[in-house]
Each structure stands twice: as C-alpha cells, then as structure tokens.
C-alpha cells in the first residue's frame, strides 16, 4: 500500500520557538494533505486541509498564523508550528488519501514544548 | 452533521475473553466510508477495516469480526479470545468531503486493557 512518511517522529522546543513537521506521500502524488492533532488521551481533530499550490483551508478554531501550512509539491506538505508555547504540545498526523474509501496515515509527530 | 460516538471510554478484559467496542455513526451523505483504526502507545494508526455503505456484510479477519448495521447507524467490532497485544485505543471513523478531499470525522476512542 501506499506510504506516508512524517518527519521528525518526536521534536522537543524551547518556548517560543518555531518547529516544522513534514509529510511526504512516497509513492503516489497527493493534490490534498489533512493535518490532525491529537491531546493526550483524546482523540484526533482535524486542524487544516493542505492544498497543493493554494492556500490551506483552516478548522473553526485554528490559527492560521500560528500553524502554517505550505503544500509546495504533490508529494510534500509542511506544517510549521510558529512560536509554539507549552499548550502547542501535542501529537501531529497528517494523511493523505486518494478517495473517500482510501486514506493513508503518516506515523506521528509528537511536540514537546517546554 | 457527521458525528461518530464510542460510548466506551475505557473496558478491561481478562485474557481469552470477547469484548465488542461500540460505535454508532451519523450522517446525512447516502455514500460514505467507515474505519477502524488501532492506536498503540507508539501513537502509530494501524488500519483494520474500511466498509462502505453499501456493503452490509459482516466480515471476519482472525479473531477481528465487525458488524455494519445500518438500520441503527452501528458499526461494532468484536475481538474473540482477546490478547495481551489487543490493548491499545480503538477509533471508529466516518469520511466525509472536506474543501479539496476526504477527511476522517473520528470518535472519542476506546482503551481497551487486556490483562494476563
């Protein structure tokens, strides 16, 4: 099946610092990436619909100058944590998917900001 | 609206025991697409079943079975014999189109615990 890689796995920040998340799909092209986060003991929300080559698409609730989101290639979509504070920490997926019956899971980003 | 319930927060079993984990799902899409996903410590998704809503077959996988039933929008997944290794959170999912894509609307999650 196909694959979607997330880098780094696990990031510990200084608040007040910016971290980037990246999410590559490895073998298929990827026009539109989703972005969840995760709390502790919860359960995934949706943050942001990545657009190849346009602007994200925000949840009522996110900062958009905070989580920003750049979708450059078919391939690739980053999600950059701007001045994160110790309330940012969290888990971060992203997916990709080709369809309503397919979506392909990166494995995680877990955000530590102390 | 898209909504998915897991009114099971947490459930402890004794190994070899069955245990089902509940999920009941709402929407207004005539075509959609349910999930199950594992979720072990690592935070990994681990993917178990997709079934669309056309296809009300229940299906069996090893010791996995599911039962989609959508007279009452239920979509239950039942672990036989369970094991050790079954502990982890449980997610029932429902897809739904959002902007550009298909997205997943995910319920609250069960912890299921598995003990020797």
């Known amino acids: 099946g196909a694959v979607v890689s997330q880098h780094p796995s696990r990031v510990i920040c200084k608040s007040g610092t910016s971290v980037k998340i990246e999410c590559r799909s490895l073998?298929?092209?990827?026009?539109?990436m989703f972005w969840y986060r995760q709390f502790p003991k919860q359960s995934l929300m949706l943050m942001a619909t990545?657009?190849?080559?346009?602007?994200?698409?925000?949840e009522q609730g996110v900062e958009k100058d905070k989580f920003l989101i750049n979708h450059a290639s078919l391939t690739l979509s980053t999600l950059t944590v701007t001045s994160a504070h110790p309330e940012d920490s969290s888990f971060y997926i992203c997916?990709?998917?080709?369809?309503?019956?397919?979506?392909?899971f990166g494995p995680g980003t877990r955000l530590t900001v102390l | 609206a898209q909504k998915v319930t897991q009114a099971q927060t947490e459930i402890s079993v004794v190994e070899k025991e069955d245990v089902t984990l509940d999920c009941v799902y709402e929407?207004?899409?005539?075509?959609?697409?349910l999930f199950w996903y594992k979720q072990p410590p690592s935070g990994e998704l681990v993917f178990l079943i997709r079934?669309?809503?056309?296809?009300?077959q229940n299906e069996i996988s090893g010791r996995y079975s599911w039962n989609f039933q959508k007279s009452t929008s239920s979509f239950n997944f039942t672990i036989t014999a369970s094991q050790v290794v079954d502990s982890a959170v449980y997610f029932c999912?429902?897809?739904?189109?959002?902007?550009?894509?298909?997205?997943?609307?995910f319920g609250k999650g069960t912890s299921l615990l598995v003990t020797p």
């Open positions: 997916s990709a998917g080709t369809g309503a019956d397919t979506q392909y």
């Open positions: 073998d298929f092209q990827a026009t539109t």
């Open positions: 990545s657009n190849e080559g346009s602007k994200a698409t925000y």
């Open positions: 929407t207004r899409d005539t075509t959609y697409y």
């Open positions: 079934r669309n809503s056309f296809d009300e």
């Open positions: 999912a429902l897809s739904y189109f959002s902007n550009s894509g298909y997205a997943l609307n």
